[in-house]
């Protein structure tokens, strides 16, 4: 339930923000080649100080944790704002698809919330496996963001 429920807040908030920042988050988007660089240097960053990471450093996972989150939600928002804002130019194959990739990045999204906040209440006996499974679903997601990435901007050079 409580997975649930972080769940809900985590797509909302992201929902929010988009809808909030969109003409910000348009301006992130011109560098979208150097961003894409930095968020896989920041991906590989974030997975290996996780592995090193004990239960005893919880606090500082949790805080690159939510940095690299925040970060990735930045792009992600970017990603949506530079699609809305051509919306009106794609033809409905292109806008199928690229429903399916945002929806896509949204449930990749939820689980790595979901993750993320039973790495917050993980006994210190579950943190290997908590951790675990928050890289796989952090790593997940940042492959999603990239493949999408890589379809909308392919569409903008069409």
């Given at each position: 339930m409580k997975t649930s429920i972080l769940s809900r807040v985590a797509?909302?908030?992201m929902l929010a923000a988009l809808f909030g920042i969109a003409a910000?988050?348009?301006s992130l988007a011109?560098?979208?080649t150097?961003?894409?660089d930095q968020i896989?240097?920041?991906?590989a960053d974030l997975l290996h100080s996780l592995q090193s990471y004990g239960a005893g450093q919880r606090d500082e996972a949790l805080s690159k944790s939510k940095a690299a989150l925040a970060n990735l939600d930045q792009r992600i928002q970017a990603l949506e704002a530079d699609l809305f804002a051509h919306w009106d130019e794609m033809d409905q194959a292109a806008r199928e698809q690229?429903?399916?990739s945002l929806q896509a990045l949204r449930e990749q999204r939820t689980r790595v919330a979901e993750w993320y906040g039973s790495m917050q209440?993980?006994?210190a006996d579950a943190w290997g496996h908590i951790?675990?499974?928050f890289s796989q679903a952090y790593q997940a997601l940042n492959e999603a963001w990239e493949k999408s990435e890589q379809e909308f901007r392919s569409r903008d050079r069409k």
């Amino acid at each position: 339930m409580k997975t649930s429920i972080l769940s809900r807040v985590a797509v909302s908030a992201m929902l929010a923000a988009l809808f909030g920042i969109a003409a910000q988050s348009v301006s992130l988007a011109a560098d979208s080649t150097a961003s894409a660089d930095q968020i896989r240097q920041q991906t590989a960053d974030l997975l290996h100080s996780l592995q090193s990471y004990g239960a005893g450093q919880r606090d500082e996972a949790l805080s690159k944790s939510k940095a690299a989150l925040a970060n990735l939600d930045q792009r992600i928002q970017a990603l949506e704002a530079d699609l809305f804002a051509h919306w009106d130019e794609m033809d409905q194959a292109a806008r199928e698809q690229a429903h399916a990739s945002l929806q896509a990045l949204r449930e990749q999204r939820t689980r790595v919330a979901e993750w993320y906040g039973s790495m917050q209440s993980s006994s210190a006996d579950a943190w290997g496996h908590i951790r675990e499974g928050f890289s796989q679903a952090y790593q997940a997601l940042n492959e999603a963001w990239e493949k999408s990435e890589q379809e909308f901007r392919s569409r903008d050079r069409k």
